[in-house]
């Protein structure tokens, strides 16, 4: 780039650097009051050090629950996202036929919309039909949203890898489900998993679509609202909230390491 | 066995259309049933209306709710205010990230790059409801941000910014303007990333053209780029505007109790248990989004998402 900007170069440091520390600061506050000693308000400078506050939410047996409900559902809903996604961009990424966009749109749509938009449908429509709030409609509803990932990720992985080594499986004599098995799968392994990591994050994080689907149960999100309302121990919720920022950000980070080639074979 | 499992699949070879179509019928099942179908129930009870007395949904095709809806000022108030803080959530989020964005295209190195990408990843991804979470201990009275002011002394200057009329509160996680930084906050990331791809796919062959034809950095700035870079922020935007729309999270935990379009919705669907007058409610956002997006398509939106 030329080097007369220079002015402007440092300008733009500078709003890169205050905008990344906008982005990031907030994260590190969160990690630091877990270990504070105060337990009423959110005082600063901290008063105190502890670890205290981990052996308590330790032993908290509402909180071993929500992980738990979360840890299902986001299991369940990442699997299921991974079989309806995968099979859509099998049949989407090579052939062009009526409707091919309609579907990208449909997929795309249950995270388009606003939350409370597909969470209240998705309320209305149980009401309706008298389906009883259980861990399953909580799946109902994130496996919707989750597709999307798993479905950008291997479409995009397989729109990248070559079609030749497909048909030369075809002309060796494979039929397709030993192609799909030994040739597409393989290929497509790491883009599945980076979908999955991505779906299991999002369902294990989200909030408004849970609220109108869960009932009487608490997914961590919801249990850190409640608390948020209503505090009842401060510091743990706090402790909470650190453990919320591993399980959903490790995922991304390997997400991010299994995708990494296909980014530099964009650009 | 085995056989009649091969056979299967040499038999879908020759048969290209069927296979596609049982590959797709999961997802088509799926989301054709389990969404667009939840999608239209939400619209036909919109069309319902509730017994004032027993609190009993009437199954008969009336647009009470409608009339119920428009008919109060308040809910008036709520829709322009949540469409306000959107719109100006998305024009702020817009020209922070546009710099970040260029930052990260043009200049920083190969090394640098995929550290900022990162960076910027994170946070998008990193829990929602922990990030809103963070902001509360940040602007509590007692918390950091006033610490912050006190030590530089600037304190003062906190008190005249929140003795603002509308915009101002009692304290910053009691106002408008908290609210604001929040929302912000939290969907700042997915302005950026559309900008960015959008600055990525700029040929540079197209900055070396207008500097020959002698276009000044200014020119070539304001002629090539920024346009080819609008669809980004517009593809950021949709993201920026329809969050915004949606979200109750953020109203309930920060801000001065008055409602927002996804707060009224909870309320009248739990608390009320008005179902027709919540989607009824529901609908806004909906239409609102489509005429968004409709205007997004037109400016190319779509090509840089």
Wanted: proline residues 5%; charged residues 10%; hydrophobic residues 55%.
């Amino acid at each position: 780039m030329p080097s007369k900007w220079n002015l402007g170069t440092i300008g733009l440091k500078v709003a890169t650097t205050l905008g990344f520390l906008f982005i990031h600061i907030p994260l590190f506050i969160i990690i630091m009051y877990a270990f504070s000693t105060d337990e009423k308000t959110f005082q600063f400078p901290l008063p105190g050090f502890t670890l205290k506050w981990f052996g308590v939410a330790w032993e908290r047996n509402d909180i071993w629950e929500a992980i738990i409900l979360s840890s299902q559902v986001a299991t369940i809903s990442t699997l299921m996202a991974i079989i309806l996604g995968t099979l859509a961009c099998l049949a989407v990424y090579r052939s062009k036929f009526f409707g091919r966009e309609v579907i990208s749109f449909l997929v795309i749509l249950p995270i388009a919309l606003p939350g409370i938009v597909t969470g209240i449908s998705l309320r209305s429509a149980m009401s309706l039909f008298g389906i009883p709030f259980s861990t399953w409609t909580i799946v109902i509803a994130h496996a919707t949203f989750c597709i999307v990932t798993v479905y950008n990720n291997v479409l995009a992985r397989l729109r990248r890898s070559s079609h030749s080594m497909v048909e030369a499986s075809m002309d060796l004599g494979a039929n397709p489900w030993q192609t799909f098995r030994f040739v597409i799968l393989p290929n497509i392994a790491t883009a599945l998993l980076a979908g999955g990591m991505l779906s299991f994050a999002l369902s294990f994080d989200e909030v408004i679509v849970t609220t109108f689907t869960a009932g009487q149960q608490s997914t961590v999100p919801i249990w850190m609202l409640t608390e948020f309302i209503r505090p009842r121990q401060r510091p743990v919720t706090n402790v909470v909230a650190v453990f919320v920022i591993l399980v959903t950000t490790l995922p991304i980070l390997v997400a991010y390491y299994l995708t990494k080639e296909d980014e530099g074979g964009k650009k | 066995m085995t056989s009649t499992f091969d056979k299967f699949f040499t038999f879908l070879f020759y048969r290209k259309g069927l296979a596609i179509f049982l590959l797709l019928a999961p997802l088509l099942l799926w989301l054709g049933v389990v969404y667009l179908g939840s999608l239209f129930t939400l619209l036909i009870q919109s069309f319902f209306s509730i017994d004032s007395f027993s609190g009993v949904i009437k199954r008969e095709f009336t647009l009470e709710s409608y009339y119920d809806l428009f008919r109060q000022s308040t809910n008036w108030d709520i829709i322009i205010r949540t469409t306000t803080m959107a719109f100006t959530v998305t024009v702020v989020s817009a020209i922070i990230a546009f710099p970040i964005a260029y930052y990260m295209a043009m200049y920083a190195g190969p090394k640098l790059k995929p550290i900022l990408y990162l960076g910027v990843m994170l946070p998008l991804w990193s829990s929602y409801l922990v990030k809103v979470y963070s902001w509360k201990l940040i602007m509590a009275k007692e918390g950091i941000l006033t610490w912050i002011l006190n030590e530089l002394g600037l304190l003062h200057l906190l008190d005249v910014i929140l003795s603002i009329p509308v915009i101002g509160g009692t304290s910053l996680s009691f106002s408008y303007i908290g609210m604001f930084l929040v929302f912000v906050y939290i969907w700042l990331p997915y302005m950026i990333l559309p900008i960015q791809a959008s600055l990525e796919r700029i040929p540079k062959s197209l900055l070396e053209a207008s500097a020959d034809l002698g276009g000044g950095p200014a020119q070539t700035f304001r002629k090539v780029i920024l346009p080819l870079a609008f669809p980004g922020v517009v593809a950021g935007s949709i993201f920026t505007f329809s969050l915004t729309l949606g979200d109750y999270i953020i109203p309930t935990i920060i801000g001065n109790s008055s409602y927002f379009i996804g707060m009224a919705v909870y309320t009248h669907q739990g608390t009320a248990g008005n179902i027709p007058l919540a989607a009824a409610f529901s609908v806004i956002p909906i239409i609102i989004m489509m005429v968004y997006l409709m205007i997004a398509k037109r400016l190319g939106a779509f090509d840089a998402l």
